[in-house]
């Protein structure tokens, strides 16, 4: 979380010590609409490309490649893993959403921590909620 403050240890921008990776070639994250109410928009914090930021809001965040967060949501102080789907009306807080989850409209994650753990979500000690696709009963991992 460190990454999306203003100066970092770590400075991704830093030309003189690149960082070496692989990276898939997808299309620039997108922030649509700009109505009252409904905009796309993210502050202080990293989008990557395939990400579409669909009239929500988003602080503090990390987003990793091909996140989707639709309308009304908020994420906040949270990191998103790849492929995630964020549904209309959501509101996430201090979190960390594994790879691939889809989370359905009106989820609530982050507010109340006794409820989040009766969904079977984990609670760090310092109140960071971890959430995977087989606690929501998506199974992405099916041995064929």
């Known amino acids: 979380m460190e990454l999306v403050s203003i100066e970092p240890q770590l400075d991704l921008y830093d030309q003189q010590w690149p960082i070496l990776t692989h990276q898939p070639q997808l299309a620039p994250a997108k922030f649509v609409f700009n109505d009252d109410g409904r905009r796309g928009e993210a502050h202080d914090s990293m989008v990557s490309g395939g990400c579409v930021i669909s009239g929500a809001r988003v602080n503090r965040s990390m987003l990793f490649s091909n996140v989707k967060v639709h309308s009304f949501a908020l994420v906040t102080d949270s990191v998103l893993l790849p492929g995630v789907k964020v549904g209309r009306h959501c509101c996430i807080q201090k979190a960390i959403i594994d790879r691939g989850c889809h989370l359905p409209e009106n989820t609530v994650i982050g507010e109340d921590h006794a409820q989040d ?9 310092n109140g960071v909620v971890l959430v995977t696709p087989d606690m929501l009963g998506q199974n992405l991992h099916s041995i064929r």
């Open 117 to 125: 753990k009766a969904r079977g979500f984990r609670v760090t000690d």
